[in-house]
């Protein structure tokens, strides 16, 4: 059913649903467009809103081939709304479910894509502070790049930072999706440019490997990966482009590359990746997390099944196709973020192989100690049931086979 937003645009249909809202198709005065409502509790909320207009100078400037662009941001009555550019195409983690990894030359082009549109941004004084597969968009009416690429746009600028107000975050609240967020979040400091490189760089080793780099498990294990753990290296991609990786996953925000850096870097990078193939790594087991936080906070069914890629903050949200984002949780403090293994716990292993000390070696070991076992115990009773059968029944010299079957000890 269509529904007027403000007095120049109308939304048709729903195009997808997230945390932060829904995104219609939508037709403007230019022809269609793409509307995204906030929520209703957001748009009610008088701080935000006025924060919503104070951005608008800042997002409607946002002016590049690689960012949906925002035309205008409407506020009228109960709608807070921005009127972006319509993308035919679909998100990057639509095709990631789909073909789980992407071949490192397609990978790489479509990264590059996104740090140029992040260099933009940033040369504009905006941090985008949410990147992710499911904020990044890819142009099926594109011509096709490198490894048959299409396009890539990033989308959802300013959202965050909207959202994120001071009666809304406080100072022991972060903003984001864990598995794709800086350690200097994690700990509390203020995102600047270098939490979108660090993100970004998660990314494309999520496109590369088909999972995280510090992902999976407990929301809290995530982020104190974030900041304790050091990644690990991918089998198969040429040693110019993980050292990018690794300069841009490190944990100070003063070493990583500047997003124009890092565009021009990777795609010096593309020649030498032509013809490889998806990279053939398992994803590391996933291995029971100590849980730092209150149990009232995060409790997990019994039966809630572990997501890779996005972990949802709050507990039984539901999925969509936008994935959950936007959500708070306390910063952890500096002793749950000390300890835990580094870097080596969650080292990717060659296909069908477990890593050592992995919940399927262990189960191995444990399953043969329990036939170990058994096999004693087997020995033992025979050894027992000869035993009494001499004691009770073998000993006297006239004893039948039907006497010594039926013998019952008796006392003396």
């Not at 035919?88 to 073909?99: A, F, H």
């Not at 992040?118 to 499911?134: I, Y």
């Not at 890092?262 to 590391?284: S, T």
Request: aromatic letters at 4%; hydrophobic letters at 40%.
């Amino acid at each position: 059913m269509a529904r007027n937003i403000g007095s120049r645009y109308t939304a048709h249909q729903i195009l997808g649903r997230g945390s932060a809202g829904t995104v219609w198709l939508g037709e403007g005065p230019e022809g269609p467009v793409a509307i995204k409502l906030l929520r209703e509790d957001l748009a009610s909320d008088q701080e935000l809103v006025g924060r919503f207009v104070q951005e608008r100078t800042a997002l409607l400037g946002l002016d590049h081939p690689h960012i949906v662009a925002v035309h205008d941001l409407v506020v009228d009555g109960n709608d807070l709304a921005l009127v972006m550019n319509l993308v035919r195409g679909t998100d990057l983690r639509t095709r990631l479910d789909r073909e789980r990894r992407l071949a490192p030359e397609a990978a790489v082009a479509i990264i590059a894509d996104v740090a140029d549109g992040l260099a933009a941004a940033h040369a504009a004084g905006v941090v985008h502070r949410d990147v992710k597969p499911e904020n990044i968009l890819l142009d099926m009416e594109g011509p096709l790049g490198p490894g048959g690429s299409h396009p890539a746009l990033l989308t959802d600028f300013g959202v965050a930072k909207l959202i994120d107000t001071p009666r809304r975050t406080k100072a022991t609240k972060i903003i984001g999706t864990p598995d794709y967020l800086a350690p200097e979040i994690v700990e509390g400091l203020p995102p600047r440019a270098a939490v979108d490189i660090y993100a970004l760089a998660t990314v494309l080793y999520e496109l590369l490997a088909g999972f995280t780099p510090f992902g999976g498990g407990h929301p809290g294990a995530v982020l104190r990966r974030h900041v304790t753990e050091t990644v690990v290296p991918l089998p198969g991609i040429p040693e110019e482009l993980w050292q990018l990786l690794v300069q841009c996953l490190a944990k100070a925000p003063a070493s990583r590359l500047r997003a124009s850096e890092l565009a021009a870097r990777l795609r010096e990078q593309l020649p030498h990746l032509a013809g490889i193939p998806p990279l053939d790594v398992d994803e590391p087991d996933a291995e029971p997390e100590p849980q730092p936080y209150d149990e009232q906070q995060y409790t997990p069914a019994p039966d809630e099944p572990r997501r890779r890629g996005a972990v949802p903050l709050v507990p039984g949200a539901s999925p969509d196709s936008n994935r959950d984002t936007h959500t708070s949780m306390r910063v952890p403090g500096p002793d749950e973020l000390s300890g835990g293994p580094r870097g080596t716990a969650r080292a990717p292993r060659a296909p069908g192989q477990p890593r050592p000390g992995s919940a399927r070696n262990k189960s191995a070991a444990i399953r043969k100690r329990r036939i170990t076992l058994g096999a004693v115990a087997l020995v033992l009773c025979a050894a027992l049931g000869v035993g009494g059968w001499l004691a009770f029944g073998g000993n006297g010299a006239d004893a039948t086979p039907q006497d010594t079957k039926n013998s019952v000890p008796t006392a003396p």
